[in-house]
């Protein structure tokens, strides 16, 4: 407490008054502090139009692109003191609370989205506006990749592979989860056009791994099975075939063998009839 804050007098009143401007300081810095150590890209907007704040990860976002933006003076160091209307050529986009049906925010080769917020004084006189800077575009990089893969994969191309963002935990597992899902599915096709090959080339006893998990372990189970069966079907038939062979030699012996023996007869027969002549 300042001295004499808690005199009647009008030296009270305004130590009391001081004491409140330095309440004030303090909340203000210390609100100041809190904006400046989020990771979150902020600025605040003055009823003017100009940048009053900035902080640091939206200043760190915004080095490279300074230098590129038509509106910024010539060696621009930070965006406190710019015109809104040096980052983009529609200054509303700014001060629009209602984002509904918005698009994202096109600076140099950066995707942003704004969430807008006002901020108003004690006494409800708007002050300016709060904004919240979101770049979307490595994550719009990484969804077009994704659905580039995906659409490879609808074909029957499960060689598409997507790099793993080390910077976005939830787009690195998506990365990786689509790998996982074209290499199972390719695996699984590459084996079984492996044992089509060998199905078609005869040989029927080569047959699909069995390291297959889920849908495509039951088909890979299916076609082994339906391959021995087949394999089954092929053996029985040769040797039924084997079997009719031997028969086939056998009546053939057999009918060679009668006909010898009615040949003879047939001799015989003659040679009686002669002498019956004589």
């Given at each position: 407490?300042?001295?004499?804050?808690?005199?009647?007098?009008?030296?009270?009143?305004?130590?009391?008054?001081?004491?409140?401007?330095?309440?004030?300081?303090?909340?203000?810095?210390r609100?100041?502090?809190a904006?400046?150590?989020?990771?979150?890209?902020?600025?605040?907007?003055?009823?003017?139009?100009?940048?009053?704040?900035a902080?640091?990860?939206?200043?760190?976002?915004f080095?490279?692109?300074?230098?590129?933006?038509?509106?910024?003076?010539?060696?621009?160091?930070?965006l406190?003191?710019?015109?809104?209307?040096?980052?983009?050529?529609?200054?509303?986009?700014?001060?629009?609370?209602?984002?509904r049906g918005?698009?994202?925010?096109?600076?140099?080769?950066?995707?942003?989205?704004?969430s807008?917020?006002?901020?108003?004084?004690?006494?409800?006189?708007?002050?300016?506006?709060?904004?919240?800077?979101?770049d979307?575009?490595?994550?719009?990089?990484?969804?077009?990749?994704?659905?580039?893969?995906?659409?490879?994969?609808?074909?029957?191309d499960?060689?598409?592979?997507?790099?793993?963002?080390?910077?976005d935990?939830?787009?690195?597992?998506?990365?990786?989860?689509?790998n996982?899902?074209?290499?199972?599915?390719?695996d699984?096709?590459?084996?079984?056009?492996?044992?089509?090959?060998?199905?078609?080339?005869?040989?029927?006893?080569?047959?699909?791994?069995?390291?297959?998990?889920?849908?495509?372990?039951?088909?890979?189970?299916?076609?082994?099975?339906?391959?021995?069966?087949?394999s089954?079907?092929?053996?029985?038939?040769?040797?039924?075939?084997?079997?009719?062979?031997?028969?086939?030699?056998?009546?053939?012996?057999?009918?060679?063998?009668l006909?010898?023996?009615?040949?003879?007869?047939a001799?015989?027969?003659?040679?009686?009839?002669?002498?019956?002549?004589?």
């Amino acid at each position: 407490a300042l001295p004499g804050a808690d005199r009647g007098d009008e030296i009270g009143a305004l130590a009391r008054a001081l004491q409140g401007v330095n309440r004030a300081a303090v909340d203000a810095r210390r609100v100041a502090a809190a904006l400046d150590g989020s990771p979150q890209p902020v600025m605040i907007v003055d009823e003017t139009g100009r940048v009053v704040f900035a902080n640091a990860a939206l200043e760190t976002a915004f080095r490279p692109l300074l230098p590129r933006l038509p509106g910024a003076p010539e060696g621009a160091r930070s965006l406190v003191g710019l015109p809104v209307s040096a980052l983009h050529d529609d200054p509303s986009v700014f001060t629009r609370t209602d984002r509904r049906g918005a698009g994202l925010l096109e600076i140099a080769d950066r995707r942003f989205g704004l969430s807008v917020n006002e901020i108003h004084g004690a006494d409800g006189a708007r002050l300016g506006h709060a904004v919240a800077w979101r770049d979307r575009t490595v994550a719009l990089e990484a969804e077009a990749r994704i659905s580039a893969v995906l659409a490879e994969v609808r074909e029957g191309d499960f060689t598409g592979r997507l790099e793993p963002e080390a910077d976005d935990p939830f787009m690195r597992h998506v990365a990786e989860s689509v790998n996982a899902i074209s290499e199972l599915a390719g695996d699984f096709f590459e084996d079984f056009e492996v044992a089509v090959a060998n199905l078609s080339a005869g040989r029927l006893t080569a047959r699909m791994p069995e390291r297959h998990a889920g849908r495509f372990g039951e088909a890979a189970a299916r076609y082994n099975a339906a391959a021995e069966r087949l394999s089954g079907t092929l053996a029985d038939i040769a040797r039924a075939s084997g079997e009719m062979g031997v028969a086939g030699a056998e009546i053939s012996g057999g009918l060679g063998a009668l006909s010898s023996r009615t040949e003879a007869q047939a001799a015989s027969l003659g040679e009686t009839a002669a002498t019956m002549e004589e």
